[in-house]
């Protein structure tokens, strides 16, 4: 099991859900909320944002500048080529996800697109046209339920019980 990056109790816990909640939250409220000092309360957010448990960031929503289409895609990628395949996967605005897939050759792809037209193209030339290449699958999204903004770790996690 991989180390914590930092040990976390429940203050942390208590400052991190009310981020999560509104990230506009300021440190005087939370502080307010959990009875702690302001100037604790700042310093372990910074401290939390320096070792990496969460940043701080906007979230867009693709729908709100008209991308309705999602598609997770499936691709096999020539290990000979790899490093130019992820570089140029990298530099597509059309990609909101990428990982390496359970095989030693698969890549795993969410995208967004304005319609099934651009998702099509996007299929049959974007991806074709990259050498080593080959897209094994794909799947249409008609909703997401939830989101990787909505997921927050277990109270256990922060050495808390349930």
Same mark, same amino acid.
């Given at each position: 099991?991989? =180390? =914590? #990056? @930092?040990? %976390?109790?429940?203050?942390?816990?208590?400052?991190?859900?009310?981020? *999560?909640?509104?990230?506009?939250? @300021? &440190?005087?409220?939370?502080?307010? #909320?959990? +009875? @702690?000092? /302001? =100037?604790?309360?700042?310093k372990r957010i910074d401290r939390l944002i320096k070792s990496g448990v969460f940043r701080l960031t906007a979230? %867009? $929503?693709?729908?709100?500048?008209?991308?309705?289409? &999602?598609?997770?895609?499936?691709?096999? &990628?020539?290990?000979? *080529?790899? &490093?130019?395949?992820?570089?140029? %996967?990298?530099?597509?605005?059309?990609?909101?996800?990428?990982?390496?897939?359970? +095989?030693?050759? /698969?890549? @795993? %792809?969410?995208?967004?697109? #304005?319609?099934?037209?651009?998702?099509?193209?996007?299929?049959?030339h974007r991806l074709a046209e990259l050498p080593g290449v080959k897209?094994?699958?794909?799947?249409?999204?008609?909703?997401?339920?939830?989101?990787?903004?909505?997921?927050?770790?277990? #109270?256990? $996690?922060?050495?808390?019980?349930?």
């Amino acid at each position: 099991m991989p =180390r =914590r #990056k @930092s040990q %976390l109790d429940n203050l942390d816990y208590q400052i991190i859900r009310e981020l *999560h909640t509104d990230a506009r939250v @300021s &440190a005087s409220t939370i502080a307010r #909320k959990t +009875g @702690s000092n /302001e =100037r604790t309360v700042r310093k372990r957010i910074d401290r939390l944002i320096k070792s990496g448990v969460f940043r701080l960031t906007a979230i %867009l $929503d693709p729908e709100a500048f008209g991308y309705i289409t &999602a598609a997770d895609i499936f691709l096999e &990628a020539d290990p000979a *080529h790899e &490093a130019q395949i992820l570089d140029q %996967l990298m530099q597509m605005p059309e990609i909101t996800y990428i990982a390496f897939g359970q +095989g030693s050759t /698969e890549i @795993s %792809l969410e995208a967004r697109f #304005k319609n099934n037209d651009g998702l099509r193209e996007y299929l049959r030339h974007r991806l074709a046209e990259l050498p080593g290449v080959k897209v094994t699958g794909y799947a249409l999204v008609p909703r997401i339920l939830r989101n990787i903004d909505e997921w927050f770790p277990q #109270k256990a $996690d922060f050495g808390l019980t349930e």
